[in-house]
């Protein structure tokens, strides 16, 4: 950090672009402190870090004490869902030059990690201690979401950056991972200063000196991590859980195919998933009966958002398999909406999708027929479930509001609500906590809870985490 006096806001209010305001900052960070900003989902933590990265229009007020120069060259380096989704789009936006009859292959790993890297040496160490060595040559949109996120740390920690600015570092990574990210940024913070931003409270690092609370937009609470009773107010401010949770009811009118009851719902013999340079995983044998909740894990690049894909039939090797899904055989003629009609799906893939403008009632409408946006007429009994889970998510005054405009752990949220409105035979959550700050996140596993509960669905819960298991959910499947 440049200068003595440390970084300082002062009054300062932020725009970025209509979407989002903070409002009368005033914020210093000393040297020597190592700062945690905490608050609910949509509350500003992330455009508060943001703004430290030279992100957001100035509306007003001042910032100084900031290291010159801009990332990835010096200064403020910066690891976010936002950046992350940034380089996603970018890569995504080169299938349009399918229009000069080019096919775009996407940019390599290695080039990826390359932009802006000052130091080889920690470069070529970072990629062997996380595992990218076999990945370097491979285009980096078809990286799963965790080796995406070990790509933006190794960018951000090759850029000897002044300031180092993480947005839910540790979310996305497997065990292993995150123990060594951990234990890293304990050894970094020795020399270089960091603001963290962190949706667990409970995974505050140890290093962290102070605590910043934000919320609507503003920075209602600084406090010192010495400070026991202050400290442990915020931590339970943080830690409030809802109660009295009511599942809304499905929509009466819609009335799905009944299954044959006693056949499982999907049924894999042998499944084998290989690339030219990879085996993802070979001669699996998995069967999933009806209320015979599971939750799926294994380390980033297992296979576990593979496999979710051969049962919903968005992988192209699902037909050169051995797979039976409620009631039909894979390769015999049925169509994919025949098989998502009983499926209701969240993953970081389809929020990365999910790009449209649509009114936030009408993406949870949209989940009644299965598609991205809505282009359906709606009832008013579905418009009426959609307002009880707005209600349930705190959300009754946003029902009009772009999902788009949304911050990402409140996108996330709908899109769980979008997945569970027509209570679907077979629930399909595949880190469905990403991004969720406490209050939020015992939201969802509460309600995950209540469904398994139900008798009406089947949960298949893909989860990094020990600590969020949920009751109910007795079988455990592996992947190496």
Same mark, same amino acid.
């Given at each position: 950090m440049t200068g003595t006096a440390g970084i300082v806001l002062t009054d300062l209010s932020v725009d970025f672009d209509g979407r989002f305001q903070l409002n009368d900052i005033n914020w210093s960070i000393e040297p020597g402190q190592q700062w945690l900003i905490a608050g609910a989902n949509g509350?500003?933590?992330?455009?508060?870090?943001?703004?430290?990265?030279?992100?957001?229009?100035?509306?007003?007020?001042?910032?100084?004490?900031?290291p010159d120069g801009d990332w990835p060259r010096g200064g403020v380096a910066l690891v976010s869902f936002e950046r992350q989704a940034e380089l996603i789009a970018a890569e995504l936006r080169k299938d349009d030059a399918d229009i000069l009859d080019v096919i775009s292959e996407g940019t390599p790993v290695s080039e990826i990690i390359a932009e802006g890297c000052l130091d080889d040496e920690l470069a070529r160490s970072l990629v062997t201690t996380l595992g990218l060595e076999p990945l370097m040559g491979r285009a980096f949109r078809k990286l799963s979401t965790g080796e995406t996120r070990k790509v933006m740390l190794i960018r951000a920690l090759t850029s000897r950056p002044e300031l180092l600015v993480l947005d839910e570092p540790f979310d996305g990574l497997d065990h292993e991972s995150l123990h060594w990210l951990q234990e890293h940024l304990a050894e970094l913070s020795a020399t270089v200063p960091m603001v963290i931003v962190l949706n667990r409270f409970d995974e505050c690092? =140890?290093?962290?000196?102070?605590? %910043? @609370?934000?919320?609507?937009?503003? &920075? /209602? #609470?600084?406090? =010192?991590?010495?400070?026991?009773? %202050? @400290?442990?107010?915020?931590?339970? &401010? /943080? #830690?409030?859980?809802?109660?009295?949770?009511?599942?809304?009811m499905a929509d009466p009118a819609i009335e799905l195919a009944p299954l044959n009851a006693g056949d499982p719902l999907v049924q894999l013999t042998g499944a084998t998933v290989k690339y030219a340079d990879n085996?993802?995983?070979?001669?699996?044998?998995?069967?999933?009966?009806?209320n015979q909740h599971w939750q799926v894990s294994g380390p980033n690049g297992s296979g576990k958002t593979c496999l979710l894909s051969l049962?919903?039939?968005?992988?192209?090797?699902?037909?050169?398999?051995?797979?039976?899904?409620?009631?039909?055989?894979?390769?015999?003629?049925?169509?994919?909406?025949?098989?998502?009609?009983?499926?209701?799906y969240v993953s970081t893939a389809l929020q990365w999708e999910y790009r449209v403008g649509t009114g936030v009632r009408n993406v949870i409408i949209s989940g009644f027929y299965d598609s991205i946006g809505l282009y359906t007429k709606s009832t008013d009994t579905q418009k009426a479930i959609a307002d009880q889970w707005l209600a349930l998510l705190g959300m009754s005054e946003r029902p009009d509001e772009p999902f788009n405009k949304l911050s990402f752990g409140e996108q996330r949220l709908i899109l769980i609500a979008?997945?569970?409105?027509?209570?679907?035979?077979?629930?399909?959550?595949?880190?469905?906590?990403?991004?969720?700050?406490d209050m939020n996140r015992q939201l969802v596993l509460a309600l995950i809870e209540r469904i398994c509960r139900s008798g009406e669905t089947t949960v298949l819960y893909v989860n990094h985490r020990l600590e969020d298991r949920i009751p109910g959910i007795d079988n455990h499947l592996a992947l190496d």
């Amino acid at each position: 950090m440049t200068g003595t006096a440390g970084i300082v806001l002062t009054d300062l209010s932020v725009d970025f672009d209509g979407r989002f305001q903070l409002n009368d900052i005033n914020w210093s960070i000393e040297p020597g402190q190592q700062w945690l900003i905490a608050g609910a989902n949509g509350s500003g933590k992330s455009a508060l870090a943001a703004v430290l990265a030279g992100e957001g229009n100035l509306l007003s007020g001042t910032l100084s004490g900031l290291p010159d120069g801009d990332w990835p060259r010096g200064g403020v380096a910066l690891v976010s869902f936002e950046r992350q989704a940034e380089l996603i789009a970018a890569e995504l936006r080169k299938d349009d030059a399918d229009i000069l009859d080019v096919i775009s292959e996407g940019t390599p790993v290695s080039e990826i990690i390359a932009e802006g890297c000052l130091d080889d040496e920690l470069a070529r160490s970072l990629v062997t201690t996380l595992g990218l060595e076999p990945l370097m040559g491979r285009a980096f949109r078809k990286l799963s979401t965790g080796e995406t996120r070990k790509v933006m740390l190794i960018r951000a920690l090759t850029s000897r950056p002044e300031l180092l600015v993480l947005d839910e570092p540790f979310d996305g990574l497997d065990h292993e991972s995150l123990h060594w990210l951990q234990e890293h940024l304990a050894e970094l913070s020795a020399t270089v200063p960091m603001v963290i931003v962190l949706n667990r409270f409970d995974e505050c690092p =140890d290093f962290v000196t102070h605590v %910043a @609370y934000v919320d609507d937009g503003e &920075l /209602l #609470h600084q406090v =010192d991590r010495s400070d026991e009773q %202050a @400290y442990g107010e915020l931590h339970h &401010l /943080l #830690h409030l859980k809802t109660s009295d949770l009511e599942v809304p009811m499905a929509d009466p009118a819609i009335e799905l195919a009944p299954l044959n009851a006693g056949d499982p719902l999907v049924q894999l013999t042998g499944a084998t998933v290989k690339y030219a340079d990879n085996t993802v995983f070979e001669d699996l044998d998995w069967t999933i009966d009806a209320n015979q909740h599971w939750q799926v894990s294994g380390p980033n690049g297992s296979g576990k958002t593979c496999l979710l894909s051969l049962i919903t039939g968005d992988h192209p090797q699902c037909y050169v398999n051995d797979i039976k899904v409620f009631g039909f055989q894979r390769g015999t003629g049925e169509s994919i909406w025949q098989i998502k009609q009983y499926i209701g799906y969240v993953s970081t893939a389809l929020q990365w999708e999910y790009r449209v403008g649509t009114g936030v009632r009408n993406v949870i409408i949209s989940g009644f027929y299965d598609s991205i946006g809505l282009y359906t007429k709606s009832t008013d009994t579905q418009k009426a479930i959609a307002d009880q889970w707005l209600a349930l998510l705190g959300m009754s005054e946003r029902p009009d509001e772009p999902f788009n405009k949304l911050s990402f752990g409140e996108q996330r949220l709908i899109l769980i609500a979008r997945a569970m409105v027509k209570h679907p035979p077979l629930l399909i959550l595949d880190e469905p906590c990403l991004g969720l700050d406490d209050m939020n996140r015992q939201l969802v596993l509460a309600l995950i809870e209540r469904i398994c509960r139900s008798g009406e669905t089947t949960v298949l819960y893909v989860n990094h985490r020990l600590e969020d298991r949920i009751p109910g959910i007795d079988n455990h499947l592996a992947l190496d």
